[in-house]
Every structure is written in structure tokens, then in C-alpha cells.
């Protein structure tokens, strides 16, 4: 049973009608009479007595409406509950942040802003792409740090999640060193340690590679799409990878890394919900503007 079936149940009680319902639940109506044949398959009894119109509930879906009502009211309440005991104080500030930039820039960056604005109380969720984007669109984050680059776009309304060029960065194909040389060349038979395909870096490395009419052959690919994996991949030398300058700037200064030549610039971006109008927000979001 899952959650939504309750909610599709509910519907269909305020509304009597599974072509209404549908609509209101944004499904088809075959697939929302799916799924409250799901919920009497569920419970093990007829919710609704098909053989009248409108429809009615039988007597046990009389029953079960109080109950499932209640439950949806509960869990409702308790998320609520457990999002406020989360964010704490309203001066919490909460940041989205793909793992290298949570990493390589927003600490040195963070301490830019409290130095404008002083001792800050905040919490950071580092994750991929799709999951702090989804942080913010959902209310989650007041603010998310991604890189951009036009090659793989962010759709998302702007006047709802305006943003600030916080930074810069480059994509470098890197290799390590052996005896002050690289390991491995560029292009040929060269093993590419690769972000899995769909993930935000792996779509900006495969651009990088046709800018840069780079042919190589994957021979191991990162899933999860964390550099700082394949950065440790390609210092034990297993290949190369396309990695954040701001990730591997110690290793090159010291030789570890050899960047082998093509550069992809990205930006670092800001962006902010509109819709968080809390004064520790707001006035974040000036100082950063300020510090451009």
C-alpha cells in the first residue's frame, strides 16, 4: 500500500467521480482506478460500489474513510512537526551543494560571508545534481551551489530561483605522474575512469570530450558521479578523468596531477528560492551580491 492511494481514496470520496479525481490527482483515469483497485486488493474488501452512480462507498469504505483521513491528517501534522524541529530557528540558513563544491568552495566562501555578516547558524545537505536541485525546488534548501555550464542547461524559472556567478571553475582532463611525466596520454587507448552518463559532470565531460575531439576508452565508470572517487581513481593510476580544477589544486602544485591540456570553463552558481523571504536569506543574498 502506498501512501498515495490514501490520498486517491480521499479524493474520490470528495468528489464522487473517478473522472474528477483523476484530473485532480494528475493521472489517467484508468491508471487512479488502478490504484484504488490496488487499496481494495490492499485491505481485502470492496471500497466502492461500483453498480450505482455517482459513485457511493460501500459500508466498509464509509469506515475506512475516517481512518484513512486520520492517517493522512497524522502523517501530514508530523512532517510539518519534524521540518520545523530540523530547521530549528528561523536564522537557520540551509545550503544544497553538489559534493565538490560543498568540499572545494563553499567553505572558503561561507567564511567570506560571515566575515560581512558574522557567525552564521547553517546546515548543508552536499548531494548530486538532481537531488539538491530538488532540495530547492521543493523548500527544502534556501539556497543551492552548482556549477553551470550552457552545454548541459538548468531548466527552472528564473524569477522563481534567481541566481549570482559566484565563481569560476575549469574541467581538466588530468592523469597522474610518474618520474615528472603523466601516466597516461590523451586520447588513444588511454582508460577513462567516467561519471555515470546521466549525472551533471558525466554530461559536461562527454561535451568536453567532443570540444576537445577527445577519443577515449571508458574502462571504469563512477555511478554515484562523486569526483573526489575518480580523483582518487586516477592518483592510484587507473586512468584519466575530467575533474574540477578547484577539487585537484593541491595536487597539481605539487605534482601529483598533470593536467593534459583541454580546459572547459564552468561557472559556479548561487541560486536562491524567491519564496524564502526570511530576513537571514535576504540578507545573505545581498552580502553575496555585494562580494562580486
Not at 493522512?72 to 510539518?80: D, G, K, Q, W
Not at 571508458?218 to 587507473?238: F, R, W, Y
Amino acid at each position: 500500500m502506498d501512501l498515495k492511494h490514501l490520498q486517491d481514496f480521499v479524493s474520490l470520496c470528495n468528489t464522487r467521480s473517478f473522472s474528477r479525481s483523476s484530473v485532480a490527482r494528475n493521472v489517467t483515469q484508468s491508471a487512479f482506478s488502478r490504484r484504488i483497485q490496488a487499496l481494495e486488493l490492499w485491505l481485502g474488501t470492496a471500497l466502492v460500489d461500483r453498480s450505482t452512480y455517482p459513485t457511493t462507498l460501500t459500508a466498509e469504505g464509509r469506515l475506512f474513510r475516517e481512518t484513512a483521513e486520520e492517517v493522512l491528517s497524522l502523517l501530514e501534522n508530523a512532517r510539518a512537526d519534524i521540518q520545523a524541529r530540523r530547521k530549528g530557528s528561523r536564522k537557520t540558513i540551509s545550503f544544497a551543494a553538489l559534493h565538490t563544491l560543498a568540499m572545494s568552495v563553499f567553505p572558503a566562501w561561507l567564511s567570506e560571508i560571515e566575515a560581512e555578516l558574522g557567525p552564521l547558524k547553517t546546515e548543508l545537505f552536499a548531494d548530486n545534481f538532481h537531488n539538491c536541485m530538488q532540495s530547492l525546488v521543493e523548500g527544502r534548501s534556501d539556497f543551492l551551489l552548482t556549477f553551470h555550464h550552457d552545454a548541459v542547461p538548468i531548466s527552472i524559472d528564473g524569477e522563481r530561483f534567481p541566481f549570482l556567478v559566484i565563481g569560476a571553475d575549469r574541467l581538466l582532463a588530468v592523469s597522474a605522474v610518474v618520474d615528472g611525466a603523466p601516466l597516461f596520454p590523451l586520447g588513444g587507448e588511454t582508460p577513462l575512469l567516467a561519471y555515470g552518463q546521466d549525472s551533471f559532470l558525466g554530461r559536461l565531460s562527454t561535451h568536453a570530450a567532443g570540444v576537445f575531439g577527445v577519443d577515449l576508452v571508458t574502462s571504469h565508470v563512477n555511478d554515484n558521479a562523486v569526483a573526489e572517487i575518480l580523483k582518487a581513481m586516477v592518483i592510484a593510476g587507473h586512468g584519466i578523468a575530467w575533474l574540477p580544477e578547484s577539487l585537484i589544486r593541491r595536487e597539481l602544485a605539487e605534482g601529483v596531477l598533470h593536467s593534459l591540456g583541454p580546459e572547459l570553463p564552468i561557472e559556479v552558481r548561487l541560486y536562491r528560492s524567491a519564496e524564502k523571504t526570511r530576513a537571514a536569506v535576504v540578507n545573505l543574498w545581498a552580502t553575496a551580491k555585494s562580494l562580486l
